[in-house]
């Protein structure tokens, strides 16, 4: 298949950004200087000054039309900046962007908003900001207001809508481009699920002809769009490939979460002892044997068994799978009561995955004890994938003549 | 289809003269999103207000009517005008007016804009544009006033008045061309604009605003260096069918304007992007 056309470069781009206001500014003034008497100051590149840091660092990439990039990161790594860079809100320090067609940024949805006008006169000002003329808003506002779903409200001063009505306006409007270069910072949040469906819808209607870069704290939206992940960290590239998993995968890793927390305690049972295959923080490979064993101590004795749920959560603290004892009737001597769970074969996908353990009364599901994040595991595979579970399956696949 | 190419990079190496292309070649292109943004600030002006209009033009008649008072209770005494000194003063204060608004329109508009600015990527000349047409409307209405002084005090009106539209495009044209310069510091200092609108109203007194240049002395000559000066008495002396003196101060002023708005749209816009990332929003 043919390659289809780049339409955005970006070689060795890199940023600088000042921490305190007052050098800031002061450098803005030298900035303004030095940019009128051009071809001056050219040492001082790729030199910070006093109080300066890279807030984006040597980034390069290629974009094809049908692309999406995935940029990803933690707060404060550079992204949004980068996003400003490639929609020519400000100038790189060092390197080059080159960009062909036009260029649509989801920023900030109905940024230009006026709050005491009406929703159909900001349909026209933000429209007319984004670049439409008046006969385009003119063809267009009726299927803008239905997209936004806002009819009934269209008339009223804009500061009394929802903070959803107004993303729903700003992509609504904004949605109307017909761009080649799309950029979309996490913007899309807001909206409740039938809006983000219907964002989605658009995004995949404008994918097959447009490059997208879409910025997103959101792995799941990731994973959808991209097919390719930039991962950045304190402005640099930390990971960038096209194995998307992977990336949103080196994403996880740098957080841990993984604190103990307990939720409820009566003060009856306490947890003493807790592993995983003998041992904490274990590592195993998918569909081997996951063996739990949990000690927990009984302040008080003639307490019947209680009822044990271990819920398992995924790197994005989704509750995945669980498993929960049967009612048995066992006397214990001892205060000391042993759980060993084993579940066999499991089927996790590759990543780092947590339980939580609550136990209640068998007879009225009253709380006795629950945990958060007991214990962390990993698990290996040779394949990497972002869903939580990677199937056993038997795959048949036969040629069949036409008949 | 050819698409267009887009580069940004630090030495942007462009000769002023494409600059200056792109910027008139933007500034044309964004005539409808100009009047929308005029529009936008208009309506949103006088929507939230109950007396709307009136504020555009209550400062300076609240000026003139000070100047009327001190003059007619003798506190003051000053040199005859040649027209009604009501009038003379009411045309001083609503003209200087017009020229404080379009040197403060470039840096009021662009600054109002910060929301958009750091997140949408539009033509900036659209600004510029934006606050000329709210500068016109805003001061139809002063102009309305002025014209109804002249008939009241019986001035009349002389045949000189026709050149008066055009008289007062110039003093938007100046006042734009010396925001454009003193927009970009300002966006970075709020100093700048304090400083411009205390330096105004002290040069007030340095202009034939509410009195005529005196016979000699050294106000006399701080008056006929001002370059407000003759913008002022021109636009005035049309008015009143007056003989108009310092022609050619003002001719050769307004020459001056036009290569220096020419590099005063320029620096305005490569010190955009320079702004954008020093600011807030």
């Known amino acids: 298949m043919e390659e289809k056309e780049v339409l955005i470069k970006v070689e060795n781009l890199s940023k600088k950004f000042c921490k305190d206001l007052k050098t800031s500014l002061w450098y803005g003034v030298k900035d303004l200087c030095s940019n009128i008497i051009t071809n001056k100051n050219h040492d001082v590149n790729g030199v910070l000054r006093l109080k300066e840091f890279w807030a984006v660092k040597d980034i390069n990439f290629e974009l094809r039309r049908g692309e999406c990039l995935g940029l990803i990161g933690h707060n404060g790594a550079g992204k949004s900046t980068l996003l400003k860079i490639l929609n020519g809100l400000i100038n790189p320090d060092e390197g080059k962007v080159t960009i062909k067609g036009r260029v649509c940024a989801l920023i900030e949805l109905g940024a230009g908003f006026n709050p005491i006008l009406t929703g159909r006169e900001n349909i026209y000002n933000n429209g007319a900001v984004l670049g439409f003329s008046r006969n385009e808003i003119d063809l267009k506002v009726e299927e803008i207001i239905d997209f936004a779903e806002v009819r009934e409200f269209i008339d009223m001063p ?15 409007v904004a949605a109307q481009m017909q761009p080649d270069v799309l950029i ?26 447009t490059a997208v870069v879409f910025v997103s704290h959101s792995m799941p939206m990731i994973a959808r769009v991209s097919n390719q992940i930039l991962f950045m960290e304190k402005g640099e590239a930390a990971f960038q490939g096209k194995e998307v998993s992977k990336g949103i995968n080196s994403y996880y890793s740098r957080f841990n979460s993984s604190d103990q927390n307990t939720m409820f305690d009566d003060g009856t049972v306490s947890l003493i002892k807790y592993s995983i295959n003998k041992k904490n923080n274990a590592t195993l490979q998918r569909g081997e044997d996951l063996n739990i064993e949990l000690e927990m101590e009984f302040k008080e004795q003639n307490l019947n068994i209680p009822f044990i749920y271990i819920e398992f959560r995924d790197k994005e603290q989704r509750p995945i799978a669980a498993v929960f004892s049967e009612k048995m009737n066992i006397e214990f001597i001892d205060k000391k009561l042993i759980v060993s769970i084993k579940i066999p074969k499991v089927l996790f ?51 069949k003549p036409n008949d | ?6 580069v940004y ?48 033009f209550i400062t300076p008649l609240s000026t003139a009517l000070v100047w009327i008072i001190l003059s007619n209770s003798g506190t003051l005494s000053l040199t005859d005008t040649g027209v009604p000194y009501p009038v003379f003063v009411f045309s001083g204060t609503l003209l200087w007016s017009i020229v404080i608004d379009a040197i403060n329109a470039p840096m009021l508009n662009t600054n109002g804009a910060r929301g958009i600015l750091s997140k949408i990527n539009f033509p900036k000349e659209a600004l510029i544009l934006s606050g000329v047409y709210k500068l016109i409307s805003n001061s139809l209405i002063k102009i309305v006033l002025l014209l109804f002084f002249l008939i009241v005090y019986k001035v009349g009106l002389h045949s000189s008045i026709l050149l008066f539209p055009l008289a007062f495009l110039a003093i938007i044209f100046f006042g734009t061309t010396i925001g454009l310069f003193i927009t970009p510091l300002g966006m970075l200092y709020n100093d700048v604009g304090k400083i411009v609108s205390l330096g105004l109203s002290f040069l007030m007194y340095a202009t034939p605003v509410v009195y005529v240049i005196p016979k000699s002395g050294l106000l006399k000559t701080l008056m006929e260096i001002n370059p407000l000066t003759p913008l002022l008495l021109t636009t005035r002396n049309l008015l009143f069918g007056q003989h108009i003196e310092y022609l050619a101060y003002y001719f050769g002023l307004l020459a001056a304007c036009i290569p220096l708005f020419f590099i005063g749209l320029v620096f305005y816009r490569i010190s955009i992007p320079i702004i954008v990332e020093r600011m807030s929003a």
């Open chain 1, 349 to 399: 996908a590759q990543g780092v995955y947590t339980y939580d353990l609550s136990v209640s009364h068998h007879e009225n599901k009253t709380p006795i004890l629950r945990i958060n994040n007991v214990d962390v595991f990993q698990i290996e595979s040779e394949t990497e994938m972002w869903v939580p579970f990677h199937l056993e399956a038997d795959w048949q696949i036969t040629g």
């Open chain 1, 184 to 209: 979309v910072d996490e913007v899309l949040a807001v909206g409740d699920l039938g809006f983000i469906l219907k964002c989605f819808k658009k995004m995949d209607q404008l994918l097959p002809h």
């Open chain 2, 9 to 56: 990079q630090k030495t942007n190496n462009k000769r002023i003269g494409k600059l200056l292309r792109e910027s008139f070649s933007d500034m044309y292109s964004s005539r409808f999103l100009a009047k929308q943004l005029a529009i936008r600030d208009i309506k949103a002006q006088y929507r939230q207000s109950f007396l709307g209009i009136i504020w555009a």
């Open chain 1, 158 to 172: 804009v500061q009394n809508y929802s903070s959803g009505m107004k993303v729903r306006l700003g992509f609504a």
């Open chain 2, 1 to 6: 289809m050819e698409l267009k190419i887009t």
